[in-house]
């Protein structure tokens, strides 16, 4: 039965990070524990644990290549559908760079620290920290980035998904209700990719505006050091 408020999510949030992630020979054999975690902490709807129980015999039942392939194909290939959140609000711009600190600080602050391997503003890496904060905390930290994952919900479910149940899952963690957004249609690839002409503005997605003015920043040249040392 659907808990309201859940008196602890620590195992179906760590869940849902894992079904988040690439579906490897080791993931997949972690798939049954998985599915018995969410079915004995019951934070989440009946119907809801069934559809990931659903995804996840899928995904084991799935030839390898076939199922990396189709994750790839969802996750890796496509803005829209980016498990990095703020690729979903900044795009490529240089704006994305002062949120990921300021995110990873927040991990900082709660004593976590991130290793290298992935983006503090991947879904999975989320997960993970709200996994580890007392229930409201954690729901409330999800419910600030309800509108993202309703976004990506909402394109995953375009594309016809099952991934979009885990989507829909986490934002029924967070207290919230997984509803279709409007979504603007992805770039075409050849546009996403192609470099901007010369003296054409900046070329990082999201900030070439040739349209506009650009501003010139000049560096003052550091002056060469002898190998004696900086005069006084």
Known sequence: MFKKT??????????????????GAGL??????????????????????????????QICAMDAYEAEGRYVDTFDRGHRTSLHLFEHIHGDSRERGPALIDLTQTYERAGLYLDAQELP????VVLEFASTQPTAVAREFLAEMAHIL????????????????????????????AQAVAIAPEPDMDE??????????????GQ????????????????????QGVSP
């Open 208 to 227: 070439n505006r040739p349209d506009q003015p650009q501003p010139i920043h000049i560096v003052r040249k550091a002056r060469p050091q002898s190998s």
């Open 6 to 23: 859940p008196e602890t999510m620590r195992l179906t949030l760590r869940a849902l990070a894992r079904l988040l992630a690439y579906p």
């Open 192 to 205: 996403a990719w192609a470099e901007p002409e010369a003296f054409d503005g900046c070329a990082t997605r």
């Open 28 to 57: 997949r054999a972690q798939m049954p524990a998985l599915i018995d975690a969410l079915q004995t902490e019951q934070a989440l709807p009946a119907a809801r644990i069934a559809e990931l129980q659903a995804l996840a015999q």
């Open 121 to 124: 503003d991947h879904l999975g």
């Open 150 to 177: 309703n976004a990506l919900f909402s394109a995953l479910q375009a594309k016809a998904s099952p991934y979009a149940s885990v989507l829909a899952a986490v934002l029924e963690a967070a207290g919230e209700t």
